[in-house]
Nanobody, 115 residues
C-alpha cells in the first residue's frame, strides 16, 4: 500500500480532528504531498499541500487559518490538522503524493461535521 489515510470521524461544529496519511518510503519525498476532499454530490477539490523540496505550504481559501498541513519525515507520515470545523467541511478526505512519474492517491477517510 502506497498511501494509507486515517483519522476521520464524526465531530461537532467548532471541533478538531487530525488526519494522518502513512506514505510508503519510496514515494515520501515526492514533488508534493497534500490533501483533497470530495463532498457528496460534488467534485473532488484541493485542500492543502506541502512541497517536497522547499516545504512551502498552500491552502484552499476555504480552509486557510483553520487547517494545517505538515509532515513527519521520520515517520513517513503526512498530517492535516483541522480546527474550527464547519458542516461544509464534511467530505471524504484523500491524501495525494505527486512524483516525477505519477500521482498516488490514498483510499480516503470520511469526516462528518454535525451536531
Amino acid at each position: 500500500v502506497q498511501l494509507q489515510a486515517s483519522g476521520g470521524g464524526l465531530v461537532q461544529p467548532g471541533g478538531s480532528l487530525r488526519l494522518s496519511c502513512a506514505v510508503s518510503r519510496n514515494i515520501f519525498n515526492g514533488i508534493s504531498m497534500g490533501w483533497y476532499r470530495q463532498a457528496p454530490g460534488k467534485q473532488r477539490e484541493f485542500v492543502a499541500r506541502i512541497e517536497g523540496d522547499s516545504g512551502a505550504v498552500y491552502y484552499a481559501d476555504s480552509v486557510k487559518g483553520r487547517f494545517t498541513v505538515s509532515r513527519d519525515n521520520a515517520k513517513n507520515t503526512l498530517y492535516l490538522q483541522m480546527s474550527d470545523l464547519k458542516p461544509e467541511d464534511t467530505a471524504v478526505y484523500y491524501c495525494r503524493v505527486a512524483t516525477t512519474s505519477r500521482v498516488y492517491w490514498g483510499q480516503g477517510t470520511l469526516v462528518t461535521v454535525s451536531s
